[in-house]
């Protein structure tokens, strides 16, 4: 490795492009210290010699406005990168140029991609990249990241650049901010400790902009506070003599001097009406933007839940059916067939395995709608619409999207808060996200309100997904006056990026990312997960079966279910089959009905058998695999339709009379209070281990437990206002 | 671009009036006259280029507020944009 760069640029500049360009396929994840943002790293090699490069956080300058703007400023002051590559969007040069400007001026050895050439040919804008490039005192590169132009030009700049010994660039302020720079360089030159941070002029511009990540920076060195100290007061001088914040006077001159070198670069800019701002009235309209946001988010979730259904489908089929009965095949071949060692396999380990990539046709479904609603622009003009209104209640305006998402799957909306600014934004969302009625909890609602709420069934499953909503934003309303307090929220305040058809290759290189970052990150816990629950079915502690063959009543499951079933009692369902359901449903709400039909004994049938050769199985997956893409493009004009609210009424005589006595029995008669708290309950407690899995990758371990012990006690409490209130009221 | 040289050089600056962003005309080009507010919203305008002085064309005044500085579309909330005090800018 013989150096490494950093590549920085405004949200939205192509600085991701270019990123994916200079490094091809060849990336590595990780996290930025001690934050839950994404550090993108790989390599390029050019001119013999092999660069690292780091993909820093878009950043529209230096001075961070939060707490992940601050990773580029830190990085770029701390690890001094032998050289940084700043990404302008062309088309926007005044706007892209102050970054450039500070990173100047911070005195680092810059090299600038002119991005998006073509959008500023286009709109007429000429720009002599020789004159910019002397102004600044770095080398200039036109490129068309889009489109890989310009990337071989760059990588040679690179190259270049490496060995050079920066310039800095001095940008005069004016006679009364420059005597408070010079006076405050000065105090910062006379401590020793303060060497480290480079640039005294730099730290002394940054320290009077009220840079946080300066300050605590500087904070920590030797002679730190006295340095802190003479930046308020040279702060408050600026203030008291110019009549302007210090912040306001720095920016002002340095835009000033932009609006020059920009007249000097491209001449000047007409600001022309163009369709798309017509199209942004539109869409950011106040009586329409919310309308079409809710629209194109129903296409979004459709697309989600049904183009995806049959490969979700034929994943489930595949792994229960031929790799199953080859499983059990290869165990038999080693003579290990028929105990508990095919037991765990089956329904442990390959139970768990599924559970995970089940999951991954919907992630996969969902991520592509994503980056193509990113991609296009489409996103930015949602927030701007959403903002206002989520905001007065103490949520973040792009909180909408994880929350619809999260009607489809808890799963997919968890990861959808990375779309979010700020990791307080991102855990508020994830935390409220649950909240949100998953389609797999479908099946309980109808289930129980088909048994005893036959009249107003759909009236009934409605009212389970407006009460989720409500105590979503109930919750996220709490946290926001609460733990997740913010003194100075962020403004609404960002470019909007130019409205263009999606990029395939960066749509695909964001999807394949982030779809194999859930199958590391959460699936560990959901494997384990499943084979905990295994365990426990498999024990036998009660009655005289032996390990991973014994009646779920005596396993360890039926204990445990048996033990909780009376802090349920309260609720109106504390008998152990029901306890037993709800257990289960912490792996996945798919399996509660099909608990109760197991606990409740009522399901007689036998897995069939098969006796499939392996060659049939193949074609089998083959065939079923083909099947699955032609239903898709089958289900993808449905999108559009409405559908949401289909109740399928199967034949469940049998399991409607067990379960309908259960819950008479367990509530003293009062079956129906205690089915639609059974059912408030489902709703409000933790949605699968899934979803937990989700959780502590995005928001940590303690977290999880917050969250996880936060909705067991908020669907108690809730169950207990349904069944007790209902009962004092005199209903049932 | 020639307008903001001449009012920095004459070194006078935009009198602040009682008119923000919300209710200036759309299509109207407007001259930011102050800015108000906590520290990371005036940060934050300052980092995209809403300074005193700058001029804009406001494409849209409120809900949200979208103008247009530089060639850029930038999208102001409500909070924001009632900070932000603009004055006409004769042509």
Redesign the interface.
Known sequence: MSGTVAIAGCPNSGKTSLFNQLTGAKQKVGNWPGQTVDRYSGEFRSGGETFEIVDLPGTYGLVAVSAEEGIASRYLVDDRPDVVVTVVDASNLNGSLHLVAQIAEAGLNQVVALNMVDVADRRGIDIDEDVLGRALGVEVVRTVARKGQGTDELKAAVARAAGRTPTQLVIDYGGVVERHVGSLVESIAVRPGLAALGSPRWTALQLLAADVATRDRVAQLPGGHAVLEAAAADRDGIAAETGFEAAIELAEHRFNWISHLVADVSGPIEMEMTWSDQVDRVLTNKFLGIPIFLAVMWVVLRFTADATAPYLDWVDSTISGPVARWAVALLSAMSLDGGWVESMVVDGVLAGVGGVLVFVPVLFGLYLMLALLEDTGYMARAAAVMDRSMRAVGIPGKAFLPMMVGFGCTVPAIYATRTLDSSRDRLLTGLITPFMSCGARLPVYVLLASIFFAGDKSMVVFAMYVLGIAVAVLIGFLLSKTALREEDPAPFVMVLPEFRMPNARTVWILVRQRTASFIKGAGTTILIASMAVWLLLALPVTGDGSFADTDVEDSAFGVVAKGFAPTLAPLGFGEWEQSGALLSGFVAKEVVVSTMAQLYAVDGAVAEESTNGFVDDVGDIATSFVAAGRDTLLAIPRVIGFDFLDLEDESQSELQTAVRTSFEDSSGGKGQLAALAFMVFVLLYTPCMAAVGAFRQEFGTRWMWVSVLGQAAIAWIGAFIVFQGGSLLGLG | ??L??SH?ESGD?PQAQDRTLTTAPR?S?VRVAR?S??????????????????LL?V??P???A?I?????????????ASAIEVEAADE
């Open positions: 671009m020639s903001i040289r920095v600056r299509n080009k800015v507010g906590r520290p990371r919203l005036i940060q934050r305008l300052a980092a995209l280029g809403v300074v005193p002085g700058v064309t494409i849209k409120e809900g949200p979208i247009c500085l530089g060639g850029a579309r930038i999208a102001i909330g409500q909070t924001a």
